[in-house]
């Protein structure tokens, strides 16, 4: 079984969408698939917690942006017979939960700062809750999995860490029927295990995310689905000459990945390279690009 996760500009879009659908069709099932926010749309639910506390209410303008854009992406790509309900899973997290926790931030200036922290906290884990509602409903055999009923943190001095242990027993409990379909999970989000507040393991987090679920199910492999042919000598962004290295070790990937390469969160590589799971990254919208293994 494999761990397939793909990011923020691979689930973006209908295009996008399309892509990662036959990616995901094409492999033996059952897969775990992990799935980011759409692209921008977790900078865009922090920014409008800023505009909130600011009481600039027009960031439920926005909001209303954001309603219309997973709204056409469900006309785009969900299977025509779950459409109507992944409508309303989009509707009712936007109206019963964002926009009470965003009038809240409006309209309490005296909100303690823990309390301020504990809200944006559960805003921010809205954008993997929807996209990956828009990703189950894409497959006649989609299985929805909730990370925050499995994925735990706990406090660690000022910033908090996974709890590995009660996330395995967890884990193992909730994909304890993986025998068959294509099993979403949403990357980045997590839940105190001790007070149970929604937490998440930092920006860029999905990829790790993916690798705790590798790594406790013991999948065959991590592919990390993005948006550039694989793990490239720079980043392509700033040096157009870059070019795709083949095949890493764990403690070259591992180097480049604490060195700031964004291509995958440093966190990632530990726990799979602990199990010899190999990882692949590889480019959604060029999936015959031979892309890069990382192996011992
Ligand atoms: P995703 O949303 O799929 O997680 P990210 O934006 O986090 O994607 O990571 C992919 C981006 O990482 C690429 O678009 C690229 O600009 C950047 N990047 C930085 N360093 C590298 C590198 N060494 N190899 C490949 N991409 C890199
Ligand atoms: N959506 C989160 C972020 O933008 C996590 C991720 O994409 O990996 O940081
Ligand atoms: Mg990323």
Redesign the pocket.
């Known amino acids: 079984m494999k761990v397939m996760k ?5 689930v973006g879009s209908i295009e996008s969408l399309l892509h990662l659908k036959d990616i995901v069709n094409a492999q033996d099932k059952p897969v775990v698939v992990v799935v ?1 926010a759409m ?1 921008g749309f977790t900078n865009q639910l922090l920014a409008m917690c800023e505009q909130a506390q600011q009481r600039d209410i027009s960031c439920l303008d926005t909001l209303e942006a954001a309603r219309k854009r997973h709204h056409d992406a469900i006309d785009g790509v969900v299977v025509e017979s779950m459409r109507g309900q992944v409508h309303e899973t989009i509707d009712r997290f936007i109206d019963e939960s964002l926009k009470p926790y965003y009038l809240a931030l409006a309209t309490n200036p005296h909100m303690p700062v823990d309390e301020i922290e504990r809200v944006c906290d559960a805003i921010v884990a809205h954008g993997e809750i929807l996209s990956s509602a828009i990703v189950t409903g894409m497959f006649d055999d989609g299985v929805p999995h909730l990370s925050l009923n499995f994925m735990r943190t706990r406090r660690d001095g000022h910033g908090r860490v996974l709890d590995w242990d009660e996330t395995e027993r967890l884990v193992k409990q909730d994909f304890a029927q993986l025998t068959e379909g294509v099993h979403v999970a949403q990357g980045f989000i997590s839940r105190d295990g001790e007070k149970g507040d929604v937490t998440n393991l930092g920006r ?1 987090g ?2 790790y995310s993916a690798a705790i679920l590798a790594t406790l199910l013991d999948a065959e492999s991590l592919e ?5 042919d ?8 700033t040096h157009p000459d ?1 070019t795709v290295i083949p095949q890493m070790t764990y403690a070259q990937a591992q180097e ?1 990945c604490d060195a ?4 995958i ?1 440093p966190p990632t590589i530990a726990p799979v390279a602990m199990k010899h799971i190999p990882v692949w ?1 590889k480019n959604t919208f060029n999936p015959s690009a031979p892309g890069t293994v990382i192996i011992d």
């Open positions: 793909f990011g923020g500009t691979s980011s692209g860029g999905s990829d990390i689905w993005t948006d550039v694989g793990f490239m000598t720079a980043d392509p962004r870059a480049m700031g390469a964004k291509v969160y990254v």
